[in-house]
């Protein structure tokens, strides 16, 4: 499939804004748990937080899943270390999500509702021959 110039141009468009939204998102997430900003509970509370939900040593395991959210989530922004950002958001987010599957799927019943939609888009949703979704173009014809 051949995209117009301006097809291109609104994907490419589509994709940052997709990721400034979801990379901010998750450097905000993290730096809560880290360091209790934009109202978040800081790393005690966040790692007794991880305690009562069976993940432990809690606050170590705050610490880590804080600073995957946070780098992942700047690195996703930035578009730089591709792939880098939105594997760590992956990986964070499918430890939130299996953490919070038992409570079922939506959010007031403290489920997965939320890290579910957090994933970074799929392969598929970017340009032929873009390897990544950050600002560096790749193709087999560079």
Not at 66 to 89: F, K, Q, R, S, Y
Not at 122 to 140: D, E, L, M, T, V
Request: charged residues 15%; proline residues 8%.
């Amino acid at each position: 499939m051949t995209l117009t110039r301006r097809e291109n141009d609104m994907r490419d468009v589509m994709l940052l804004g997709t990721r400034l939204v979801l990379g901010s998102y998750l450097a905000v997430h993290g730096a809560q748990k880290l360091f209790g900003t934009f109202g978040g509970p800081g790393l005690e509370r966040a790692g007794a937080g991880f305690e009562r939900i069976g993940l432990t040593p809690g606050k170590p395991m705050a610490a880590l899943a804080g600073a995957t959210e946070l780098g992942g989530g700047l690195l996703t922004v930035a578009g730089v270390a591709d792939p880098a950002g939105p594997l760590a958001i992956i990986g964070a987010m499918t430890v939130a999500s299996a953490t919070h599957r038992a409570s079922g799927a939506l959010a007031a019943n403290r489920g997965f509702e939320l890290p579910l939609p957090t994933w970074p888009p799929p392969p598929r949703w970017r340009r032929p021959g873009q390897a990544g979704s950050g600002s560096a173009r790749r193709s087999a014809d560079a």
